[in-house]
């Protein structure tokens, strides 16, 4: 049997390391909280685009950004990966 290949680690875009990115985030934690707007946790929590900035999302418009656990988070872009290669919106 061939051994397994592990995937490449992901890199975030520069974007996400941008002044302007972090300092958004940060105002939107004191803001609302810093808890997944789904659940409730408080564990390794990230700012998301509502809508994605590759599907036209405004990049920092707070109204676009929602705060979620890294769970919620890998669920909501699989989704959003999965209707994206199906041609969905």
């Given amino acids: 049997?061939?051994?397994r290949l592990k995937p490449a680690p992901?890199?975030?875009e520069q974007f996400y390391s941008s002044p302007q990115w972090r300092t958004l985030i940060k105002q939107i934690k004191q803001e609302r909280g810093n808890w997944c707007e789904i659940?409730?946790?408080?564990?390794?929590?990230i700012g998301d685009h509502i809508k994605e900035r590759k599907d036209g999302g405004a990049p920092l418009d707070p109204a676009n950004i929602q705060l979620l656990c890294i769970t919620h988070h890998n669920i909501k872009t699989a989704r959003e990966r999965s209707h994206r290669a199906l041609g969905q919106t």
């Fill in 1 to 3: 049997m061939p051994p």
């Fill in 10 to 12: 992901k890199l975030a």
């Fill in 39 to 45: 659940c409730g946790s408080t564990s390794r929590v």
